[in-house]
């Protein structure tokens, strides 16, 4: 047992509200996310859309607001106009992100059908690889103008006389990346998306738009990326997107652990670039940040697990998650909380079987690791985040310097407080006391414990090695105490007196 953690908190002490879209996801023409995924015509699942239902309500337990699509890498070799109308019409095409088949089944009314039954929020992105701006101000004709012109009409024929109002488009995909499909210098991409933006908010006003910054924050040209699109977009871009995978390739949890402080500087970082355009241009307001790929993903990467041979959904990106990588998902969320100022918007990449909480084999289905993680943080999203200030041990690591062995976010939410707490250490309980200034903690709504063997994972053979089970060793009488266990993950809703 190490000595006592405290978590100070102050209801004035406020960063903003959490916006509901960073519990977004993505979807991607990739692997078997789409076919075998969510769209499997001939499961015993899929319903008269095609839609699988056991996929659609393990989904829904997630409390996703957004979700992404058709890529990703797939993104900058897609035609929209290939995967709309009759299905016997629709090519077969050669798809080059993946190497793989792209059958075209499952296009823009599908996506937006199975929006309608998760109620989520679709984004786009659009082609600005191997595209033309003006392919993608067709495509948001064909979702969001009234009927009575070419495109607008081609939707209305395909089954849906009502537009479908797609509010959020990304200009591209990972345009920085040498491995993407038209990728370019900065200064040429930024002259593509502002082409295209202008036309696509042109075709639609009320439309908001994710300019492509920096895949990573290991890229060299990061963030000088970020700085020179957002400059040159101007006002055309509302967002800059973010994308982060990571993983412990070493097999160092301690240092896995403790990664969330780089999660904090990326977002620091592109919001700095962002308020400097917006200094520079003297401007009322200031891109926001889209984390629109956030993810760990390490061990299905490269090789075979990239390629797809030619194949329709052949399995790609297949990742096995495990305990530790549950807790460093719920960083990631923990780390968009504490920047709810400029985090509006986040994606976990993916949803099913690509690197993905869901798996589905045959007419099975399990959930991941990562998916009880995610979950346990989404049902307590409502408030405003609170700047917590944490007094405790520390630890040194060799990458991210000196660690809190706590992690942790907090929303208030008028007489509710949400608590979301990690104990890094890999073999010592905490004893965490949650101190609230100005208010006293009457009592728990509910709390979750997410604790196993960090390596521990879920299989189709025992699907409940890694799940969230009740907590209740909390006592509170104005602070509120409870010790944690190693390496585990407590999201508690308390009632403030
Ligand atoms: O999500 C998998 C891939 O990761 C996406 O296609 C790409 O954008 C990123 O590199």
Redo the contacts with the bound molecule.
Sequence with gaps: MTNPTVLHLHSRHTVGAVSPLIFGG?L?H?GRSIYEGVYDPGSVHADADGMRTDVIEALRELGLTVVRYP????ASGYHWQDGVGPKEARPRTREL?WQSIEPNTFGTDEFIKLCRKLDWQPMLAVNLGTGTPEEARDWVEYCNCEAGTRHADMRAANGAAEPYGVPTWCLG??MD?P?QLGHVPAEQYAIRASQAAKMMKDCDRSIETVACGS?APTMPTFPEWDRTVLESLGGLADYVSL?R?VGNPDDNPAEYLALSSSIDAQIEAVDACARYVQAKRRSPGRAYLCFD?WNV?YRARGGAHSDGRGKVAPAL?EERYNLEDALVVAMFLMSFIRHADSVRIANL??LVN??GPVLTQGDELLRQSIFHAFRMVSSRRTGVSLRGAVEGPTYESERYGNVPFLDHAAIIDGSKLHVFAINRQLDDHMPLTVAFADHAIARVLSSEILHADLKAENTFEHPDEVRAIPFDGWSADGNANATMPPHSLVATTFELA
């Design positions: 993505f991607e990739l890529g990703g890498n797939f992100a995909n990972e990346g491995w895949s994308h995978y790929e993903w990106l990449a993916q690509v690197i």
